[in-house]
């Protein structure tokens, strides 16, 4: 294993080392050995045993082989068609023996459309992503990418999970593979399964995609940042791009949530939610069981004097009088939520802070609701236990979780280690060096110019009632970009969307789909920008349109026509 003192020049810097044994850094990959067109195409048997050279990776590797390769058959019907297709796994191999392989798989249409789409992760990754879904959100009306004849491919991001799943921080121990779960792996991945597409069809792919959704998104950003030559169109939903700093809030709301009474139960959470629709579902127009307007809401909006069906939000006194009313304990940990954090000591990405989420009007996990995706809303947000040590509860939130494991591993480096000892405003200075040393590995950055230069396209889009990754932080990141760029030139290869009552991934009372995936082809491939785009509720009331509407811009009710349909709302600032 790699010591900690190593691990500060063995960052990112990396790439240039290790890219000019092959390529020249920062060269267009097509001027690399991957280039080489194979002479015949293969079959999908002849795939089995293939050497991947180490030499077809930019990124320093040993190497890596196919490890099997079988021919599944066409199924379904319509749009969740899956065609007859090779299904190959391989592997990658590390440079430090003790660092775990990449695992990867790459699915093989039999008739290709000489494309290919990358699949991101979520959370701290450690499987590998499902080749025959959607991209992120995608509308179940479209083909999946496979179906349209992409061949698609992901890893597990170079470490194999245990059973915590997502949220296993184990990798943090080992230097290579935190450089992969930061980035290093998608470059990795990309080259070996792109050599392994053009020997099975013995052509190049004629565009790059790459998709993903959270920590996906967050690979996004970094593949079109670091790689931008890599790729021509990237989708990003709700990515965790400020990576450490969205750490870090989390174990202040980590804290928050651990405080004596502090912790709602989803009757508290119900509450919560019925007195924010009260006072801020018709700010746009309409009661529909959405906040649209969702700045108005953060603004006026205050858990202390709130009402909820006519009655005080607050307890009486403060304190905790049953499921009816809201604690001081409770709206101290909301408000905690709400408000973000501001860091005392630097971090190397050079994030200051966090900004805090739209917690009023959305679901922090009301168990008591029966639809097929709550059980996921409720992991995802606020769980059934409180967060706790020494031992952090399996059903904690999500985030509590994650960033306990993060803390000890990544951070102490001791799993025995109390993650609660650490402050995330003031941290003691060996943990603040190695937080900000992390901070330049795990963030992406914001100078996309060259991905735009080279005529690639974003499409951005975050639900407004998100808590695990907070939507505000996406709005930053576009900002910036604004500000570095300037507005006309972002909107020559950029789109941001915000989704009202959407929230991480899924949600039951509006459950966001969109056919991205077209509106990202015809961007590239047709120079056609998207306009008039459209997202469609699956879950809270299936069939509901809405307008996606160009950032700063929200969907506001017309005062005309059926509240289910996207023509009945206009986009306004």
């Excluded at 900690?4 to 097509?30: E, M, P, Q, Y």
């Excluded at 971090?347 to 009301?366: F, H, K």
């Amino acid at each position: 294993m790699k010591t900690r003192n190593s691990f500060r020049w063995l960052g990112i810097s990396l790439c240039c080392v290790s890219g000019a044994l092959f390529t020249g850094c920062g060269g267009d990959s097509s001027d690399s050995p991957i280039a080489e067109q194979p002479p015949e195409p293969r079959s999908c048997e002849q795939l089995v045993g293939l050497e991947i050279p180490s030499s077809v990776m930019e990124l320093s590797t040993s190497g890596g082989e196919v490890t099997a390769a079988t021919v599944v058959a066409a199924s379904g019907s319509g749009a969740a068609a899956i065609p007859e297709h090779c299904l190959v796994s391989g592997r990658i191999a590390p440079v430090d023996s003790e660092a775990p392989d990449i695992l990867f798989r790459v699915a093989l249409p039999t008739d290709w459309n000489s494309k290919v789409l990358m699949f991101g992760g979520g959370g701290f990754n450690g499987s590998i992503p499902a080749l025959t879904g959607h991209v992120s959100q995608g509308a179940s009306s479209q083909p999946t990418p496979l179906g349209r004849g992409y061949a698609t491919f992901a890893s597990d991001s170079g470490h194999q999970a245990n059973e915590y799943g997502s949220q296993d921080g184990r990798w943090g121990l080992n230097d290579e593979a935190v450089r992969n779960f930061s980035g290093e792996a998608l470059k990795k991945t990309r080259d070996a399964a792109t050599f392994v597409v053009r020997t099975r069809y013995a052509s190049a792919p004629t565009q790059h995609y790459f998709a993903g959704g959270s920590t996906g998104g967050r690979e996004a950003l970094t593949n079109i940042q670091r790689w931008p030559e890599d790729w021509d169109g990237a989708i990003a939903w709700y990515p965790a791009w400020n990576n450490v700093a969205a750490l870090l809030a989390g174990q202040h709301i980590s804290l928050a949530l651990a405080e004596p009474g502090a912790y709602p139960n989803s009757e508290k959470r119900q509450l919560l939610l019925d007195a924010s629709l009260q006072a801020c579902d018709d700010l746009d127009g309409v009661e529909d069981g959405i906040i649209s307007d969702q700045s108005q809401c953060n603004d006026t909006f205050d858990p202390a004097t709130a009402t909820v069906n006519g009655n005080p939000l607050r307890c009486p006194g403060g304190a905790d009088d049953g499921n009816h009313c809201l604690s001081d304990a409770q709206i101290n940990a909301l408000e905690a939520m709400d408000e973000g954090v501001d860091f005392n000591f630097p971090l190397a990405s050079g994030e200051t802070g966090y900004p805090g989420s739209n917690v009023w009007g959305a679901d922090l996990g009301i168990t008591s609701i029966n639809t097929p995706v709550q059980p996921t809303v409720v992991f995802l947000a606020l769980g059934t236990l409180q967060p706790a040590q020494p031992d952090m509860p399996r059903s904690a939130p999500y985030l509590s979780v994650l960033v306990d494991q993060w803390v000890k591993y990544s951070v102490a480096g001791d799993a025995a280690f109390n993650s609660f000892d650490l402050d995330p405003i003031n941290p003691e200075p060996q943990y603040a060096e190695r937080i900000s040393e992390l901070s330049g590995l795990l963030n992406s950055g914001t100078d996309i110019s060259a991905f735009a230069d080279r005529g690639g396209k974003l499409l951005l889009a975050h639900g407004l009632s998100d808590v695990l990754v907070s939507s505000r932080a996406t709005r930053i990141y576009y900002e910036r970009l604004v500000d570095q760029m300037g507005a006309e030139e972002v909107d020559e290869f950029v789109r941001y969307y915000e989704v009202p009552g959407f929230g991480h991934g899924a949600s039951s009372h509006f459950n966001a789909t969109w056919d991205s995936l077209t509106a990202l082809e015809n961007w590239v491939e047709e120079d056609t920008a998207p306009e008039n785009q459209v997202t469609t509720d699956t879950i809270g009331e299936p069939g509901r349109t809405r307008p996606l509407c160009d950032y700063p811009a929200w969907p506001r009710y017309i005062e005309v026509g059926d509240p289910m349909e996207a023509a009945s709302f206009e986009c306004v600032e």
